[in-house]
């Protein structure tokens, strides 16, 4: 599985877009990005994947560069609650893959009011 | 829909003890994974089940094991606990392995003494 590498902190205020940046140079062809968030003292939750094209949902959008070596995830107006540590994980979604994810040691963003 | 529950969420145990957690999937998923997570090492996959095999295991010693039920539910076991072990286990469910979202559980925090 390829390897992700994110800064340790961002700050980010409230209202405002929060953009989470991701490297994940080594990124083979059937990988996915992923990003999950953990909210203090909470379990991981999903927010979003993608494989090369841009994808919006209701929480968040994903931006993947053309040559997926890197992706950001925007949050469009950060609120309080979007406080948590953001991981950024690349999974192969292929026959015969398990669900193991591998994080890394993610993004800490701290919305501010 | 009842989300993932994991039992004990609190427990203290002492060096050499064992210890059982219990986790029960969301309605109709059939794969659950473990991870443990400390601040030392992060979040770091432990074992994966699907309809009662093991998938997947990472990398932690033979004290470490799990298993799952014919009704999906998984326990784990950590024999001959150590002060290392104190950490936060989660679990994950889906429906399958080819899904894009695991819903992650709210953890057991295990304290060794």
């Known amino acids: 599985d390829a390897k992700t590498t994110q800064p340790t902190s961002m700050d980010c205020a409230e209202g405002r877009a929060a953009n989470l940046p991701c490297n994940h140079s080594?990124?083979?062809?059937?990988?996915?990005v992923y990003w999950y968030r953990q909210i203090h003292s909470q379990g991981p939750q999903y927010i979003i994947h993608?494989?090369?094209n841009n994808e919006t949902n209701e929480m968040a959008s994903l931006i993947i560069t053309e040559d997926r070596k890197s992706s950001t995830l925007i949050l469009p107006h950060a609120t309080l609650r979007d406080t948590a540590v953001y991981y950024c994980?690349?999974?192969?979604?292929?026959?015969?893959?398990?669900?193991?994810?591998?994080f890394g040691t993610g993004t800490l963003l701290a919305v501010q009011p | 829909k009842a989300g993932v529950t994991q039992t004990p969420r609190y427990l203290i145990k002492t060096r050499g003890q064992q210890v059982t957690l219990s986790c029960s999937p969301i309605s109709g998923h059939r794969s659950v994974s473990w991870y443990q997570q400390t601040p030392g090492q992060g979040l770091q996959f432990l074992f994966e089940?699907?309809?009662?095999?093991?998938?997947n295991k990472g990398n932690f010693p033979g004290r470490f094991s799990g298993r799952q039920f014919s009704n999906s539910r998984s326990e784990m076991n950590v024999s001959t606990l150590e002060l290392g072990d104190s950490a936060l286990y989660l679990c994950a469910s889906s429906l399958g392995s080819l899904v894009n979202e695991q819903f992650f559980g709210p953890g057991t925090r295990l304290t060794v003494l």
């Open positions: 993608g494989l090369k």
């Open positions: 994980i690349v999974r192969a979604l292929y026959g015969g893959a398990t669900n193991k994810l591998i």
């Open positions: 089940y699907f309809s009662e095999t093991q998938r």
């Open positions: 080594t990124i083979s062809g059937n990988e996915y």
